[in-house]
């Protein structure tokens, strides 16, 4: 009841054309209902009484049965018309809602959870859901309608002969009650299986390029396959418990109408039935039987719509893991100090990746983090922004806790450049301009100069207008990095963190992205995870990670001369790049 409640909240915003359809659906539903009586009517004064009704009476019956068709037709017009207009527009107010949580819930989401299952719930669930809010109300509205004055006009003609058809009512409800809770439970499955399906292919689109260099084609068929193969079995199933259901409800329907038309046979012969009522009876039963023939078929969209609900108010209970506290506060004018206090991390699941850090870099400051994969590098850059929280200690910025800064201040303040660059598919301009959304074109072909993209922006077909393709894909790598390096200098955060950014380039290209990396650092405090040690020789200080934390601390020279871990690293990359030359 209660996702039922939340559900009827969406119906809110349009109330006016909700009731609307409810009356017009009701007037439709009662001109079905008139039909069986005039039928009766006309049969008992145009043949029992000897053709009684005069022909002037019978166009007028008839007239009047033609207009009240054309009112049914503008009803069922508003009904069919505007009925999907207001399911759509839940589905858009739906589909805002689970993106906008989205955007609110935080990376540990994202690690346990596929782009192509989200991207199911967000399409296939909302359109089984939209009309299930369009033809929900009306098929019950319309169908309780016609059943219970089917029944009342039922009554009025044979009261034994709608106590037999109505007996078969409890059993045949007994028996979709058991085959919805099946089916309720195999569509769950279904959407799961298919969400899967979506998830191999996005992963496996987006991965073409890799699939394509190891020529393993073969294994993404199987896999894509095997997760079609697990959807098709779910749908089998599903079908099966159609196929079950829809001719049982059949099978009810049929020996209601042969038990009515025995059973009316029978009193005709005592003369306690008249013919004319049996004809309008099997009428009413046909008028009775549709309804519920309606609310059957209504079944299978009701346990979609539900099903796909559940899935939806699953992402929009999900809370988010980082929020702003209720005292948290606005920062102008940083300055850009860092402090790690006693600092420790870990993930819902496994050991400790930071243990009690502690560390303190002053405005302007250039800190190098380096040493082995899984020393906790990114994870130190990635506590600033607060993308996770730290598990215990404090992380201080300009000497304020940034728990007490709220998060889109925070992170307006901080620009980072990643090794894996992400382009929008869009142009050039609109990729720099992604750094400040309000930013002049005058500021952003600035930007593009300042990161040394200018010139090579202006050689492409349509310059800044250029389309990059989806996720830059047109473009080469050290053009898509000196893009992510122009929106972060239009942008102009006072605090910068540049992950491995040049570690996935030729060392061409680096050299030119080296050379905006080091202007777009000047002035700013500065956290660089490095690869290549030779990019970090100007660091002031210099932090070595390892499991143990921090075991080092200094400048290059410093480093150089303790012979510790930096040594040996720098020594062996050094002896790699000599051997390289060679």
């Not at 200080?541 to 143990?548: E, F, G, K, R, S």
Request: glycine fraction near 8%; charged fraction near 20%.
């Amino acid at each position: 009841m209660g996702k039922i409640k939340k559900f009827i909240k969406y119906y809110g915003p349009y109330k006016k054309i909700f009731f609307m359809d409810m009356l017009c659906a009701f007037a439709a539903a009662g001109v079905d209902l008139l039909f069986p009586v005039v039928v009766r009517f006309l049969l008992n004064e145009a043949i029992a009484k000897g053709g009684g009704a005069s022909a002037s009476l019978i166009i007028k019956i008839g007239l009047l049965m033609l207009a009240l068709y054309f009112v049914q037709y503008a009803c069922n017009y508003f009904v069919t018309a505007w009925g999907h207009i207001m399911g759509a527009r839940m589905e858009y107010d739906m589909r805002n809602d689970i993106f906008n949580h989205l955007q609110k819930l935080s990376f540990s989401f994202y690690d346990n959870n596929k782009t192509g299952q989200l991207m199911s719930r967000i399409v296939n669930d909302l359109f089984d859901i939209s009309e299930l809010a369009h033809h929900g109300p009306e098929e019950i509205f319309i169908s309780l309608v016609k059943i219970i004055g089917s029944f009342l006009i039922l009554l009025s003609v044979d009261w034994r002969l709608t106590l037999i058809v109505f007996a078969f009512i409890p059993p045949m409800a007994y028996f979709a009650f058991v085959y919805n809770k099946k089916m309720r439970s195999v569509f769950m499955r279904n959407r799961q299986k298919i969400a899967d399906v979506n998830s191999q292919l996005e992963d496996s689109i987006s991965g073409v390029r890799v699939v394509k260099s190891f020529s393993n084609e073969n294994i993404e068929i199987f896999k894509f396959n095997k997760g079609n193969l697990e959807f098709l079995h779910t749908k089998e199933e599903s079908y099966g418990y159609m196929g079950k259901f829809f001719s049982g409800v059949t099978l009810f329907q049929g020996m209601i109408y042969v038990i009515t038309i025995i059973s009316g046979a029978l009193l005709m012969r005592t003369g306690s039935v008249k013919p004319t009522d049996l004809v309008a009876f099997l009428l009413y039963i046909n008028t009775l039987l549709n309804p519920i023939r309606a609310l059957i078929n209504f079944t299978e969209q009701f346990q979609k719509g539900m099903t796909g609900f559940e899935r939806f108010l699953d992402i929009l209970n999900t809370e988010p893991d980082i929020l702003d506290s209720e005292d948290s506060i606005e920062i102008n004018e940083v300055k850009g100090k860092i402090t790690f206090d006693n600092v420790s991390f870990r993930y819902s699941t496994g050991k400790y990746v930071l243990d009690n850090i502690n560390l303190n870099v002053e405005p302007g400051e250039t800190v190098a983090l380096v040493g082995p994969s899984g020393g906790g590098k990114s994870t130190i850059c990635s506590l600033i922004p607060r993308f996770y929280e730290a598990t215990e200690g404090q992380i201080l910025l300009d000497d304020i806790d940034v728990k007490n800064i709220k998060l889109k201040s925070l992170r307006k303040n901080i620009g980072i450049v990643q090794q894996d660059v992400y382009l929008f598919a869009g142009t050039v301009m609109e990729n720099i301009r992604y750094g400040k959304p309000e930013a002049t074109e005058s500021e952003v072909i600035e930007a593009a100069k300042q990161a040394n993209a200018h010139d090579f922006i202006m050689e492409l077909e349509k310059g800044y207008d250029t389309y990059v393709g989806e996720r830059g894909v047109k473009l080469s790598g050290g053009q898509k990095q000196r893009i992510s390096i122009a929106r972060v200098f239009l942008k102009n955060p006072p605090v910068l963190i540049l992950d491995e950014a040049t570690s996935a380039l030729d060392n061409q290209s680096e050299k030119i992205v080296q050379d905006s990396l080091e202007k777009l650092s000047t002035n700013r405090t500065t956290f660089v995870i490095a690869h290549r040690l030779s990019t970090i020789r100007n660091a002031k200080t210099i932090l070595v990670l390892t499991d143990n934390g921090i075991v080092e601390k200094g400048s290059h020279s410093e480093l150089i001369k303790n012979n510790g871990e930096y040594a040996n690293l720098y020594y062996a990359q050094f002896m790699d790049d000599d051997e390289m030359s060679i």
